[in-house]
């Protein structure tokens, strides 16, 4: 008992430092000076990166960043999220609404007395099972933002950097294919959020 009572210390006390180190590095990326900071930084890892796979194929960089990023991040959430718990709390909540509705057709009054209060339980531990699942969240932010802010670096500093898009042709990677939101953002959310899709799919059924 003592032991399990010191793990989960422990663990709690990681979490809580890696949901203020991950909000410090979101507001921060917010000031021009720390994006460039950063992405200078990561640059120093990545140049040798850079000159195997050539700058006119930076896209690859970015698809293989994405691809990365999708695996870790799915890993991370299956470990971190207790999917038994939120499938039960599911359950409770379908369960708790037919009793409810089956209470109201018979105007049973004290038994819909009974589950109101029987769902301010669940509201909290609905809050609970959402903050749980807010710290896989900032786990892959801390990974995630350095890398995105070196894309976002690399690009700007690097002119004439092209891909080539279906329908759209050669775009340059800088460019905004709506307000600020510029193709290579575009294309690294697209293979990270449709990779993302198949690898939790592997990861669920073999692990």
């Known amino acids: 008992m003592i032991y399990l009572n010191i793990t989960k210390n422990i663990k709690d006390i990681i979490n809580k430092t890696i949901i203020i180190i991950g909000i410090i590095m979101f507001f921060s990326v917010m000031i021009q000076k720390v994006r460039i900071i950063i992405g200078q930084s990561v640059n120093i890892i990545m140049n040798p990166v850079i000159k195997i796979i050539g700058k006119s194929n930076f896209y690859i960089v970015i698809l293989l960043i994405a691809l990365i990023t999708a695996l ?21 909540t379908k369960e708790l609404k037919k009793q409810m509705d089956d209470a109201k057709k018979i105007g049973n009054q004290a038994k819909i007395k009974e589950l109101e209060l029987n769902q301010i339980a669940l509201m909290k531990e609905q809050t609970n099972i959402m903050k749980e699942q807010m710290i896989p969240m900032f786990y892959i932010i801390i990974f995630s933002l350095p890398i995105f802010m070196w894309i976002y670096y690399y690009i700007n500093i690097n002119s004439g950097i092209y891909m080539c898009f279906p329908i759209w042709g050669d775009q340059l990677l800088s460019d905004s294919v709506f307000y600020t939101f510029q193709y290579w953002i575009y294309w690294y ?12 799919k592997i990861i669920n059924n073999r692990l």
Do not use: A
């Not at 991040?73 to 359950?91: A, P, V």
């Not at 959310?189 to 939790?200: A, L, M």
């Open 72 to 92: 870790y991040s799915s890993i991370i959430q299956k470990y971190t999220i207790n999917q038994n718990k939120i499938e039960h709390f599911q359950n409770k």
């Open 189 to 200: 959310f697209i293979v990270s959020i449709s990779s993302g899709q198949i690898i939790k």
